[in-house]
């Protein structure tokens, strides 16, 4: 098992910055790499930004590409989203997963964190 626990989310205003933590425990050596997924209301889920542990590698998603940078700190097992010239459109639940396997060059995520908020007003 891997736990994950999110924080950082908070309440700001169009054109802040807010920084994201995920911390990983338990069976964390099972884990090849992290993402971000968020949820809005009334909408489904979507892919943020991941990031492999060893390489480093990341990918993000179009709407926050330039905006977004993930990063990640292997020896305490977090990984970071800071989030630079938020949007209202980027308001949502933020979520970070842990992915066991890869399969056809995609992180497949078996382990979710609760999720923390993110509410940007205008």
């Known amino acids: 098992q891997v736990q994950l626990v999110e924080s950082g989310g908070g309440l700001v205003k169009a054109g802040d910055s807010l920084r994201l933590s995920c911390k990983a425990s338990?069976?964390?050596?099972?884990?090849?790499?992290m993402g971000w997924f968020r949820q809005a209301p009334g909408k489904e889920r979507e892919f943020v930004a991941n990031?492999?542990?060893?390489?480093?590698?990341?990918d993000y998603a179009d709407s926050v590409k330039d905006r977004f940078t993930i990063t990640r700190e292997n020896g305490k097992k977090v990984v970071f989203l800071d989030m630079n010239s938020l949007k209202t459109e980027d308001t949502a639940v933020y979520y970070c997963?842990?992915?066991?396997?890869?399969?056809?060059?995609?992180?497949?995520?078996?382990?979710w964190g609760q999720g923390t908020r993110v509410t940007v007003s205008s």
């Open positions: 338990g069976r964390t050596l099972s884990s090849l790499g």
């Open positions: 997963a842990s992915a066991g396997a890869v399969h056809a060059g995609q992180f497949e995520y078996n382990y």
């Open positions: 990031i492999s542990w060893i390489a480093g590698r990341a």
